[in-house]
């Protein structure tokens, strides 16, 4: 990106170098993230197609649960802190109002991993009963060890720290500045924190008053149900936690990356307070084939569910038209001629537009788990990772990845250490996702389940109406493999780049919307009413259910025994014991 | 932000009134298309790809 990038404007790095300290810090440790996430991806894919097993399958529960919360916790909310802090910073002009502060919230986050991870590779250990298979989608009957809970209710705090953060930054502004208008990326900020706030209270009531006491046995049992929908309250919201970031890249660096200008502010804009609405209201659609819970609030969440296309689809629209917005300005023609005059050979530009193609097909099989009767034929099947490796996996992975080859520039003054590796590299994920997750979305159908170690049996086949079931495992072990070989071209050319000299004037300015936010009511910016409603939509979505869950089956539960995941450690490192006690007996007794 | 960044390679300056996105509308088209084509394909997935649910 040289030619580009000595434009003699200062880096983020020149006018807040305090600030790039932590944007940094917060990058490389979800780098670390994926990079480890990466491994356990490679084991898994090798293993469940049997192709290579590495390890025992009883172990794969483990490999699940690192690869599962290394990626979409640390990874992606570690990217998202960092990447906010530099928005954050950036848009509204000024360094944040403490520094300490703000390494005080990125250091709670890393302790907080630490303890989780701990917890989770604790389970390759049978001489410790520190453990925690549970996967990513932690909630009971099945049980970790207090470590992991804790870990998480620590990360989760230093998030709520990292948006008081950007509020407080916010406000100090907004002090000096009453009569402006909240920067776009600023608002994209504090509404995706906002919509953040709102979702963990799930999380957090299920981990701090549930899961937590239950682990330490300060509970004998709870109610399954319950934290499961407490879980969901919070799990679908997730996703875009992870997937806000992507949007703010696409709508305020990305134009700039094509060579044109935002198509509008105003659109940007309710597309993330229509996010901050609805995406916590749905997360019963996780739930359809849970008994406990009625029909009609699952199809209360199903509609919910729908009208999230909504704000995706205007995103497609307004990022569409500002990437064309560039090609012509770059002197492209006709209908889709213009797509000959981008940028093809920017590896953040192509990165980021071949995320949003998979994104796409992402969207359609999202319809598909969404529908509330289809959703039954795909419920638990492979077809589900499939689809959350097209969203999550590449739409916001793949995304950030190639925001990385444009942003670091801008925190360290140094340029990118390839340019042709970083384009080979989100090419090779792409073309690696395409195959593993057609193969993961074909085997779905056939009926081939997920979080399956061995999903082979005696006696039954699985009926490939096309092709094999062997053909699509080498398919979904290629697509592994090169997912994986994608992610350490990415991490190592990142690495590299701190051996290339130190440049001045590589700022990257972005430019004005062609609409701007003075086309739009200034209601948009109010906060406070955004907020408020998306509380009561979620007091309407959540009410009925919640109180006829526990009105059921009481807030302890209907008397689920816990499955602790610390079962077959523990046993294994009794049974010797007891084994060498009782020779160790018999030799004495005669 | 910033005031317009005209890029290198910018071969013209294009206003919000001169620009109509016409080849956005086309790929728009296209996706709605494609979604299309999946959910009749997807009927015949579901349903006749699969024997007759009975619902007691």
């Not at chain 1, 992606?76 to 509204?92: E, N, Q």
């Not at chain 1, 000096?176 to 990326?185: A, S």
């Given at each position: 990106?040289?030619?580009?990038?000595?434009?003699?404007?200062?880096?983020?790095?020149?006018?807040?170098?305090?600030?790039?300290?932590?944007?940094?810090?917060?990058?490389?440790?979800?780098?670390?993230?994926?990079?480890?996430?990466?491994?356990?991806?490679?084991?898994?894919?090798?293993?469940?197609?049997?192709?290579?097993?590495?390890?025992?399958?009883?172990?794969?529960?483990?490999?699940?649960?690192?690869?599962?919360?290394?990626?979409?916790?640390?990874?992606?909310?570690?990217?998202?802190?960092?990447?906010?802090?530099?928005?954050?910073?950036?848009?509204?002009?000024?360094?944040?109002?403490?520094?300490?502060?703000?390494?005080?919230?990125?250091?709670?986050?890393?302790?907080?991993?630490?303890?989780?991870?701990?917890?989770?590779?604790?389970?390759?250990?049978?001489?410790?009963?520190?453990?925690?298979?549970?996967?990513?989608?932690?909630?009971?009957?099945?049980?970790?060890?207090?470590?992991?809970?804790?870990?998480?209710?620590?990360?989760?705090?230093?998030?709520?720290?990292?948006?008081?953060?950007?509020?407080?930054?916010?406000?100090?502004?907004?002090?000096?500045?009453?009569?402006?208008?909240?920067?776009?990326?600023?608002?994209?900020?504090?509404t995706t924190?906002l919509m953040w706030y709102v979702a963990t209270i799930g999380?957090?009531?299920?981990?701090?008053?549930?899961?937590?006491?239950?682990?330490?046995?300060?509970?004998?049992?709870?109610?399954?149900?319950?934290?499961?929908t407490?879980?969901w309250f919070w799990?679908h919201p997730?996703?875009y936690?992870?997937?806000?970031?992507?949007?703010?890249?696409?709508?305020?660096?990305?134009?700039?990356?094509?060579?044109?200008?935002?198509?509008?502010?105003?659109?940007?804009?309710v597309?993330f307070v229509l996010f901050l609405l609805l995406s916590t209201p749905v997360g019963i659609h996780?739930?359809?084939?849970?008994?406990?819970?009625?029909?009609?609030f699952k199809t209360i969440a199903m509609t919910n569910t729908m009208f999230l296309?909504l704000p995706?689809?205007?995103?497609?629209?307004?990022?569409?038209?500002?990437?064309?917005?560039?090609?012509?300005?770059?002197?492209?023609?006709?209908?889709?001629?213009?797509?000959?005059?981008?940028?093809?050979?920017?590896?953040?530009?192509?990165?980021?537009?071949?995320?949003?193609?998979?994104?796409?097909?992402?969207?359609?099989?999202?319809?598909?788990?969404?529908?509330?009767?289809?959703?039954?034929?795909?419920?638990?099947?492979?077809?589900?990772?499939?689809?959350?490796?097209?969203?999550?996996?590449?739409?916001?992975?793949?995304?950030?990845?190639?925001?990385?080859?444009?942003?670091?520039?801008?925190?360290?003054?140094?340029?990118?250490?390839?340019?042709?590796?970083?384009?080979?590299?989100?090419?090779?994920?792409?073309?690696?996702?395409?195959?593993?997750?057609?193969?993961?979305?074909?085997?779905?159908?056939?009926?081939?389940?997920?979080?399956?170690?061995?999903?082979?049996?005696?006696?039954?086949?699985?009926?490939?109406?096309?092709?094999?079931?062997?053909?699509?495992?080498?398919?979904?072990?290629?697509?592994?493999?090169?997912?994986?070989?994608?992610?350490?071209?990415?991490?190592?050319?990142?690495?590299?780049?701190?051996?290339?000299?130190?440049?001045?004037?590589?700022?990257?300015?972005?430019?004005?919307?062609?609409?701007?936010?003075?086309?739009?009511?200034?209601?948009?910016?109010n906060l406070k009413l955004w907020f408020g409603i998306a509380l009561v939509l979620v007091v309407l979505a959540y009410a009925l259910p919640l109180a006829?869950?526990?009105?059921?089956?009481?807030?302890?539960?209907?008397?689920?025994?816990?499955?602790?995941?610390?079962?077959?450690?523990?046993?294994?490192?009794?049974?010797?014991?007891?084994?060498?006690?009782?020779?160790?007996?018999?030799?004495?007794?005669? | 932000?910033?005031?317009?960044?005209?890029?290198?390679?910018?071969?013209?300056?294009?206003?919000?009134?001169?620009?109509?996105?016409?080849?956005?509308?086309?790929?728009?088209?296209?996706?709605?298309?494609?979604?299309?084509?999946?959910?009749?394909?997807?009927?015949?997935?579901?349903?006749?790809?699969?024997?007759?649910?009975?619902?007691?």
């Amino acid at each position: 990106m040289s030619e580009q990038l000595e434009s003699g404007a200062p880096t983020f790095l020149d006018k807040f170098p305090d600030e790039a300290a932590v944007v940094r810090a917060a990058l490389w440790s979800s780098f670390i993230a994926l990079a480890l996430g990466a491994v356990f991806g490679l084991i898994q894919a090798l293993h469940r197609t049997d192709v290579l097993r590495l390890i025992d399958s009883t172990d794969y529960y483990t490999v699940l649960t690192a690869h599962g919360v290394l990626m979409v916790v640390s990874f992606t909310i570690f990217f998202l802190v960092g990447l906010f802090t530099w928005a954050t910073v950036r848009s509204f002009d000024r360094g944040v109002e403490s520094i300490r502060y703000t390494w005080t919230w990125y250091g709670l986050m890393v302790a907080g991993t630490l303890m989780a991870v701990v917890a989770i590779l604790g389970g390759f250990v049978p001489q410790t009963d520190i453990s925690a298979d549970v996967l990513f989608t932690f909630y009971a009957p099945m049980q970790a060890h207090p470590l992991f809970y804790g870990g998480l209710a620590i990360f989760v705090i230093g998030t709520w720290l990292a948006g008081a953060d950007y509020i407080w930054t916010w406000r100090a502004w907004a002090a000096e500045n009453p009569d402006e208008r909240i920067p776009l990326q600023g608002f994209m900020v504090l509404t995706t924190m906002l919509m953040w706030y709102v979702a963990t209270i799930g999380i957090a009531i299920a981990v701090v008053a549930f899961l937590l006491p239950w682990s330490l046995g300060l509970f004998d049992q709870i109610n399954p149900l319950l934290t499961r929908t407490l879980f969901w309250f919070w799990g679908h919201p997730v996703v875009y936690f992870w997937l806000m970031p992507a949007y703010l890249l696409w709508y305020t660096v990305l134009p700039t990356i094509a060579g044109g200008r935002l198509f509008s502010d105003p659109l940007g804009r309710v597309v993330f307070v229509l996010f901050l609405l609805l995406s916590t209201p749905v997360g019963i659609h996780h739930q359809y084939v849970d008994p406990g819970i009625a029909e009609g609030f699952k199809t209360i969440a199903m509609t919910n569910t729908m009208f999230l296309l909504l704000p995706s689809l205007l995103t497609a629209f307004t990022v569409v038209a500002s990437v064309e917005h560039g090609a012509r300005q770059r002197g492209g023609t006709g209908l889709l001629g213009w797509l000959r005059a981008l940028p093809w050979r920017n590896p953040a530009f192509t990165g980021m537009m071949l995320a949003g193609l998979m994104f796409a097909a992402g969207g359609f099989s999202g319809m598909i788990n969404a529908g509330m009767n289809i959703n039954y034929l795909v419920h638990n099947t492979i077809w589900v990772p499939g689809h959350f490796h097209l969203t999550v996996g590449t739409a916001v992975a793949l995304t950030l990845m190639a925001a990385t080859y444009w942003l670091w520039p801008q925190l360290t003054n140094r340029r990118l250490y390839s340019r042709p590796i970083g384009l080979a590299q989100v090419v090779i994920w792409f073309v690696g996702m395409g195959l593993m997750s057609n193969a993961m979305h074909v085997q779905g159908l056939f009926g081939i389940p997920r979080r399956t170690a061995e999903p082979q049996y005696e006696g039954f086949d699985f009926v490939a109406s096309f092709g094999s079931v062997s053909e699509l495992n080498l398919q979904l072990a290629i697509g592994g493999t090169l997912l994986f070989i994608s992610t350490m071209l990415f991490v190592t050319n990142i690495a590299l780049s701190a051996g290339t000299p130190k440049l001045s004037g590589i700022g990257q300015p972005l430019s004005e919307p062609l609409s701007t936010v003075d086309d739009s009511p200034e209601i948009l910016d109010n906060l406070k009413l955004w907020f408020g409603i998306a509380l009561v939509l979620v007091v309407l979505a959540y009410a009925l259910p919640l109180a006829s869950i526990i009105d059921r089956g009481g807030l302890l539960g209907p008397g689920v025994d816990p499955v602790p995941m610390i079962v077959e450690p523990v046993a294994a490192t009794i049974e010797p014991t007891l084994g060498r006690l009782a020779a160790a007996v018999g030799s004495v007794v005669p | 932000m910033v005031p317009t960044m005209s890029g290198e390679n910018t071969v013209r300056e294009i206003g919000h009134d001169e620009f109509d996105p016409k080849g956005t509308l086309v790929l728009i088209l296209v996706y709605f298309g494609v979604l299309s084509v999946m959910w009749v394909f997807m009927y015949f997935v579901e349903f006749l790809g699969n024997d007759l649910t009975v619902l007691v």
